[in-house]
């Protein structure tokens, strides 16, 4: 089939944007010597940091599903006055700058608030702890969650809910088995997403959690100590390590949206 000129066009461009996101990790490789890639490897600090940041991650996703995909489904099902700035406010992390985050997440959970003396009790404190990060990978990366579900929820047509309840089911046998799993391909996607957003982020735990290290606060930390060539190695490692875990997880949600 003959290429029409729209097409080669967005081809080019398409090209130009894989070459932008290509080339900086490229470049990071090229220039990293295989001595110095095999004694980050062997560095403890450093896999303990990827370590922080995949559980760190994973904690923020599941706390993120069960908050996010309630209020999605909500937000998809019913209409009330002010609705809109509840998702407003629901995708502030991400506009806001996430230093401030960090600041606002301190501020409320610092050990000295009311909120802070709460978890006291129960031997939980958020400054520089996994709870620290976990929450803080969770308020930047909600947003993420529950915009995917509410796309996933309202691609639902509710005339197959109506079916499902004119044939004797209850509401909730009609959720768990009709909506939920035609919505579960998008709030995959969004789960994804979200990992993804926890494991990168950095600005906030500077301010909340400084430790235990993540990743990206290790790279900031040898890179403001050391210099661009000692964070090179780390960042390859975090690139190969990002690359695995995530060919992996696009893999299987779209396996599962093709199932």
């Not at 490897?41 to 940041?53: G, H, L, M, N, P």
């Not at 489904?73 to 809109?84: A, C, D, I, P, Q």
């Not at 700035?85 to 985050?101: G, K, T, Y």
């Amino acid at each position: 089939m003959k290429q029409s000129s729209a097409t080669k066009f967005s081809g080019i461009l398409g090209f130009l944007c894989l070459a932008f996101v290509l080339a900086p990790i490229l470049h990071i490789f090229i220039k990293l010597s295989a001595e110095k890639l095999i004694e980050t490897i062997q560095d403890r600090e450093v896999w303990e940091a990827i370590f922080t940041s995949l559980w760190g991650a994973l904690w923020a996703t599941i706390l993120g599903c069960l908050l996010g995909v309630p209020l999605a489904y909500f937000l998809s099902r019913v209409e009330f006055k002010g609705k809109t700035l509840i998702e407003s406010i629901v995708n502030l992390p991400v506009a806001i700058p996430h230093v401030a985050a960090g600041i606002a997440l301190l501020s409320l959970f610092n050990p000295r608030t009311s909120v802070g003396k709460f978890f006291s009790f129960f031997h939980i404190t958020f400054t520089d702890t996994i709870y620290g990060i976990i929450i803080a990978m969770l308020f930047v990366s909600l947003s993420f969650i529950v915009g995917a579900a509410i796309t996933g929820f309202n691609s639902v047509e509710e005339e197959l809910e109506m079916v499902s309840r004119s044939l004797g089911a209850s509401p909730t046998y009609t959720f768990w088995h009709i909506t939920l799993p035609l919505a579960f391909p998008a709030i995959l996607r969004g789960a994804v997403l979200a990992f993804a957003r926890s494991l990168s982020e950095v600005g906030a735990l500077l301010v909340l959690a400084y430790y235990p290290k993540t990743a990206p606060v290790l790279m900031l930390d040898r890179f403001e100590q050391y210099g661009l060539n000692a964070a090179r190695p780390v960042t390859a490692l975090v690139i190969l390590v990002s690359l695995i875990v995530f060919f992996t997880l696009f893999y299987l949600s779209k396996k599962y949206a093709k199932s």
